[in-house]
Structure formats: C-alpha cells, structure tokens
C-alpha cells in the first residue's frame, strides 16, 4: 500500500511543487482526485501533441503523392495518408433504425385487413 501512496505524492509533488508537509495537510481523497486531474490533463495534452504530428505527417505525405511517377503510385500514397493515424480514434456507432422506419419498411406486424 505504501507504493501507490508514493506514486500520487510524487505526480503532485512534482505538477504542483508541494512539499511532503503540504500534501499530509490535504486529506486522501483531495490528493486522488488532484492525481484524476493531472493524469487527465497530461494525457489531453499527449493526445492533442499526437493529433499536431499526425496532421504534419499526413501533409507530407500528401504532399509526396503529388511527387509519385504514375496516377495509380500518387492514389495509393494519398490513401495511406488518410488511414495514417497516430492515435486511436472511436469508432463510430451504427445507428439503431427508428420503430417507425421499421414499421414504414416491414409494416407493423399486424394483419392487414
């Protein structure tokens, strides 16, 4: 238990300046959330450098399909740019079809009469 204790002392130690008698003063759950916030920052903020170095590198890429010998050379560069990704993005969802355009494709499973 004494390792991860050390762990959010030194994550705010460090982010913040504290010394060890300024964090005893803050109770346990005040330190976990101020580590929350800290790991939550620092990962927007590696992401956000990650998606900077991504649009860089698939500029040049683009850039170099426009250098290729033949049209089909040029379209596969372009393509590998658009799948280029450095991070990992969600995936989109598909959305579920409304009852009442189920019902306006399939009827709505009465009898007709």
Request: charged content about 30%.
């Amino acid at each position: 238990m004494m390792w991860p204790v050390a762990s959010m002392f030194d994550t705010v130690a460090s982010e913040y300046g504290w010394t060890d008698d300024e964090m005893l003063d803050v109770t346990l759950s005040r330190m976990r959330i101020a580590v929350k916030l800290i790991t939550q920052r620092k990962r927007e903020e590696a992401e956000f450098a990650l998606l900077i170095a991504e649009i860089h590198a698939k500029s040049i890429v683009s850039a170099l399909s426009g250098l290729a010998q033949t049209k089909k050379g040029s379209k596969q560069i372009a393509k590998f740019a658009d799948h280029l990704s450095f991070i990992d993005k969600p995936q989109k969802r598909r959305k579920v079809p409304s009852t009442e355009s189920v019902e306006r494709l399939f009827g709505d499973g009465r009898p007709n009469r």
